[in-house]
C-alpha cells in the first residue's frame, strides 16, 4: 500500500482533502456556479476553490461546462465517478455521528490542563 509501485500513490486521489467531500456535497443535487459554491464554504478562499475544483477536474470527478451567455459563466457538476464518493462520505458522517461523544472526549482530555480551568 506505501510502496512507491502502489497505483495508489500514482493517482493525486485527494478525498480526503478539507475541501473535496465539502464540494461533492454542495454539487450532490446539480451543477452549480463557482459563485454558488462560494455561499455554502463560506471560509473558502476563491483561490483555493480554483484550485480544488482544478483538481477534481483533472481527477474525473467533477465536469466544468462554460456556458457563452451574457455574462459568461461556468457550471460544475458530479460526474459519475464523482457522485460515487457520495457513499464514502455518508459513511463517514454515520461514523462521526456515531462515535462523535467520544471524538469530543478525547479532545477535551488532550486540552492542557491550564486550558481546561479557563
Known amino acids: 500500500m506505501f510502496a512507491p509501485q502502489c497505483p495508489a ?4 486521489f485527494q478525498v480526503g482533502d478539507k475541501w473535496t467531500s465539502m464540494i461533492v ?21 476563491r483561490k483555493v476553490l480554483t484550485e480544488t475544483l482544478r483538481a477534481m477536474e483533472r481527477d474525473g ?3 466544468r461546462t462554460e ?4 455574462p459568461p459563466h461556468v457550471e460544475y ?6 457522485r460515487s464518493l ?3 462520505i455518508d459513511a463517514a458522517r ?8 467520544e ?7 488532550a486540552r492542557p490542563a491550564a486550558d481546561r480551568q479557563r
Request: charged share 20%; with cysteine; glycine share 4%.
Open 67 to 70: 456556458f457563452p451567455a451574457n
Open 86 to 88: 457520495l457513499t464514502l
Open 61 to 63: 470527478m467533477v465536469t
Open 94 to 101: 454515520d461514523w462521526c455521528r456515531e462515535h462523535l461523544p
Open 9 to 12: 500513490r500514482q493517482v493525486p
Open 25 to 45: 456535497l454542495c454539487l450532490e443535487h446539480g451543477p452549480r456556479r463557482f459563485s454558488e459554491l462560494l455561499v455554502p464554504l463560506r471560509s473558502i478562499t
Open 77 to 82: 457538476a458530479l460526474t459519475p465517478l464523482g
Open 103 to 109: 471524538l469530543i472526549e478525547a479532545r477535551s482530555a
